[in-house]
Nanobody
């Protein structure tokens, strides 16, 4: 599985960004896709995930109501729409995949990772 995240950048507080991730060599129906982030000096944390087969999504409390994860089956791409960005959202954002049969949402449950994309939110 190869994952490539893109779409990061430098924005101001209150702005929006959309991250994209296009997995390859993946049997999509068997996987859940997730976004994690890691701020300087902090652990990598879960942001959101989505079941490729059902489309059901789950969010960390810190982003609920501001971020939306979605998938486009025609483009084999997942997105993370980030609205009302805050300086504390500044981090490297990673796209990840795990087998759908794995129930957890910790970073250890995800066994496929892409290179991250930097998101910086200025105040």
């Amino acid at each position: 599985v190869q994952l490539q995240a893109s779409g990061g950048g430098l924005v101001q507080a209150g702005d929006s960004l959309r991250l994209s991730c296009a997995p390859s060599r993946l049997t999509f129906s068997r996987y859940d896709m997730g976004w994690f982030r890691q701020a300087p000096g902090k652990e990598r944390e879960f942001v959101a995930d989505i079941s490729w087969s059902s489309g059901s999504a789950y969010y960390a409390d810190s982003v609920k109501g501001r971020f939306t994860i979605s998938r486009d089956g025609t483009k084999n791409t997942i997105y993370l729409q980030m609205n009302s960005l805050k300086p504390e959202d500044t981090a490297i954002y990673y796209c990840a995949a795990k087998r759908a049969v794995v129930a957890g949402r910790s970073r250890n449950d995800y066994d496929n990772w892409g290179q991250g994309t930097q998101v910086t939110v200025s105040s």
